[in-house]
């Protein structure tokens, strides 16, 4: 093995890159902040908050991000703890910038789904871990807020088990709940950890260790009035519970739990420390030629974001590249693989949150931002060889429609190349309408929240203000082969449209009708993405 080969592999292997999952208000941002602290990234909590108020300051689309208290766009945090290197892909939180979050998590090699233990399973969370489930992420659960009363441990459990159809296995067990919540029992490492001070959480927590199994004196002494509720807890998972697996974690069967208060920081450290060795490294990613093994393949990547105008002072696009395999070195050339051109890789920046630093060398896992001149695709791969397509960017369809009404004409140029680059962006999908005699572009997007950025950001970064005309669609397929045209000519609630590459598109008003000419019309080919390979539908 060559020393660069060494190189390369040791690096992988200290590479974890997850996104976290969550319902609103579960307490994202917060553990996020909070495993920034605990990997020195930040050294007092309140900074990612005061970041982003500073942001608001400097950009003003996400004017509107504080408008309406949402993170619209995502970014990447990047940090080392005990020789690990961690990067943190930060998905927005709120459901109408699901698809975003669904892309994001193409490029992540695990999730932590983070649930809150007063409310437990919540729809949004059921949502992004169908997602996970369906592409093979390994999920860990974080229960999180045990500082307030919530729900017993057990019945939250029990919760996942039955909602999400997951085994779960906890690596620790809380002890006390709500003001008593005191510490947690580390079952792999029999031992009890106890938390004290904090500063409120803006500082890391002191923590006492008392080795031993549960039952032993001095964890039984620890525990106090708690201790035959909690030992009895622990034999019962003993007994009836699932092992920890590796295999069945990796395969998505079995859901390593962990129970804490990213608040108060009690158990952020446990579940970091745990994570990071049960956590999967960058594995081998599907493509066209098969698995690609990342570290015996030359230098391949896939774009899973394009965001433009993310400095205003600077109008760009920075294309969001997952690392899959091989080595990133600044100024090398690459295959774009889609259009066949060799490009040289001479502006990247390497993201944490929002400040850039340049990045001369990145490892598989890692996310580097590429200043784009306008060539890249999302969904698109890079790679050195040229030869093959990384598959699996979840395409979902439209669920919203409208049609775009300009107040000056004379913005006609302004328009179409503002709705260019954000539907590049993936924001939102636009569609023409050859039947109608109308130039006005119909758009579909998976929530109506992306219309409202969209208007924002036209007028904001394009000065082009426009009217949305609410269209009565709620379904679209696109039409694989060839049809008849004669099938929709009477249909008053159907609509053949195109998209960007010509492809014919069918909205409906209701899913019913989608069913009415599943039946009456075997020969139509109805699929949910433009693409060949099948999504199954979120529920
Ligand atoms: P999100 O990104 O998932 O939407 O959640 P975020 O971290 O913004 O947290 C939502 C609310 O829950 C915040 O309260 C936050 O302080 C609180 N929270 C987060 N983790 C914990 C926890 O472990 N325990 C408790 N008790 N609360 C927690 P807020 O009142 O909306 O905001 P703020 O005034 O605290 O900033």
């Given at each position: 093995m060559s020393a660069e080969t060494k190189q390369l592999s040791r690096e992988i292997e200290r590479r974890r890159t997850f996104a976290i999952i969550s319902h609103?208000?579960?307490g994202k941002t917060t553990l996020t902040e909070k495993l920034l602290l605990y990997g020195g990234a930040?050294?007092?909590?309140g900074a990612v908050r005061a970041r982003r108020a500073a942001r608001h300051a400097t950009s003003d689309w996400l004017e509107l991000e504080k408008q309406r208290g949402i993170s619209v766009s995502s970014s990447v945090m990047t940090f080392e703890h005990d020789g690990f290197r961690v990067n943190i892909l930060d998905t927005p939180?709120?459901?109408?910038f699901s698809e975003d979050t669904y892309r994001t998590l193409a490029a992540a090699d695990s999730a932590v789904m983070l649930i809150d233990a007063a409310k437990g399973v919540e729809p949004q969370t059921r949502k992004l871990f169908h997602v996970c489930r369906m592409r093979g992420i390994p999920i860990f659960t974080f229960v999180n807020k045990?500082?307030?009363?919530?729900?017993d441990p057990l019945e939250l459990m029990t919760e996942i088990e039955e909602v999400l159809g997951i085994h779960a296995t906890p690596v620790n067990w809380p002890?006390?709940?709500?003001?008593?919540?005191?510490g947690v029992y580390d079952r792999l490492q029999k031992r009890l950890l106890l938390f004290h001070g904090g500063d409120h959480g803006s500082t890391q927590v002191e923590r006492e260790i008392i080795d031993g199994e549960p039952g032993s004196g001095p964890v039984r002494e620890a525990l106090g009035p708690l201790a035959d509720e909690i030992i009895d807890s622990l034999e019962l998972l003993e007994g009836a519970g699932e092992n920890l697996d590796p295999a069945k974690v990796r395969a998505g069967e079995l859901t390593p739990m962990f129970f804490g208060s990213a608040l108060t920081n009690f158990g952020v450290l446990p579940f970091l420390e745990s994570f990071l060795e049960l956590a999967p490294v960058p594995y081998a990613r599907p493509s066209s030629k098969g698995p690609i093994d990342p570290a015996v393949n030359p230098f391949s990547a896939f774009v899973f974001k394009i965001q433009a105008n993310m400095d205003p002072d600077h109008r760009d696009r920075v294309a969001f590249v997952r690392v899959c395999s091989g080595v990133f070195r600044k100024g090398e050339s690459t295959t774009h693989v889609p259009s066949a051109k060799k490009i040289r890789l001479a502006n990247s920046t390497l993201l944490m949150a929002r400040d850039r630093s340049s990045v001369d060398e990145a490892y598989p896992g890692d996310v580097i931002g590429l200043f784009d001149p306008g060539i890249f695709r999302i969904g698109d791969t890079l790679s050195d060889e040229g030869d093959f397509t990384y598959e699996g960017i979840p395409s979902f369809p439209p669920e919203h429609f409208v049609r775009v009404r300009v107040?000056?004409?004379?913005?006609r140029k302004s328009l179409e190349k503002g709705l260019l680059q954000l539907t590049q962006e993936g924001l939102v999908q636009l569609f023409k309408?050859?039947?109608?005699?109308?130039a006005a572009p119909i758009l579909g997007a998976i929530g109506p929240l992306q219309f409202d950025v969209l208007k924002f950001r036209m007028e904001a970064e394009y000065k082009v203000e426009m009217r949305l005309d609410p269209l009565p669609y709620t379904v679209a397929r696109w039409i694989r082969g060839t049809y008849d045209?004669?099938?929709?000519?009477?249909?008053?609630n159907a609509r053949v449209v195109e998209d960007r590459e010509g492809r014919k598109v069918l909205l409906l008003e209701r899913i019913y009708s989608l069913n009415h000419y599943e039946q009456n019309h075997p020969e139509l080919e109805l699929a949910e993405?433009?693409?060949d390979h099948q999504f199954d539908q979120v529920p």
């Open positions: 609103p208000d579960a930040i050294r007092q909590a939180g709120h459901h109408d045990m500082d307030r009363q919530g729900r002890v006390g709940a709500g003001a008593d919540f005191k107040a000056e004409v004379l913005r309408d050859p039947d109608s005699g109308s045209p004669e099938t929709f000519r009477y249909a008053s993405t433009p693409f």
